[in-house]
Each structure stands twice: as structure tokens, then as C-alpha cells.
């Protein structure tokens, strides 16, 4: 069972303590568990996704405008 990002969980075991006078060899006992998922949700994956694609296309837009204007590779790059 999940509940947001936190899931819980039981299962049976079979212990092996004799503790306090408590005989638990041939008992099955209850164990439970939680635990915390620290995968990031698909919107935050998708935002980092978004966000770097923006950047890469406009540094292409930027160079290929330079380019546009008649100007080779080696005048933008050498330009002030």
C-alpha cells in the first residue's frame, strides 16, 4: 500500500528468539515495513527535459541566423 511517496508493507516470518521467556521458535510473527520512493515523478523529468531542449534550440536559432546573414563560420566566430 502507497500513500504520496511513502509505502508500507507486512509480511510473515518465522523467528528464531527465545527472549524474556517468550519461546517465539515455532511462531509466525508479523514484520512490517515502510519506506520512502525516491524516484522524481514524471512532471519534474519532463520539466528538466523541456528545459534543455529549449536551450539547445535556441543556441541552433542563434547560430543559424548568424549564419543567414551571409557570413561564414569563421567571420562570426572571429567578429568582436
Same mark, same amino acid.
Given at each position: 500500500? %502507497? ?30 515495513? *515502510? ?8 512532471? *519534474?523529468? *519532463? =520539466?528538466? =527535459? *523541456? ?25 562570426? %566566430?572571429?567578429?568582436?
Amino acid at each position: 500500500m %502507497s500513500i504520496g511517496d511513502t509505502f508500507y508493507g507486512t509480511f510473515a516470518g518465522l523467528g528464531n528468539v527465545n527472549a524474556g521467556g517468550i519461546d517465539t521458535t515455532r511462531l509466525i510473527d508479523p514484520f512490517f515495513f *515502510s519506506g520512502t520512493d525516491a524516484v522524481p515523478g514524471p512532471a *519534474s523529468l *519532463s =520539466l528538466v =527535459l *523541456s528545459g534543455l531542449a529549449a536551450v539547445m534550440w535556441l543556441r541552433r536559432r542563434k547560430k543559424n541566423q548568424c549564419l543567414n546573414d551571409g557570413e561564414t563560420l569563421a567571420e562570426v %566566430s572571429l567578429a568582436p
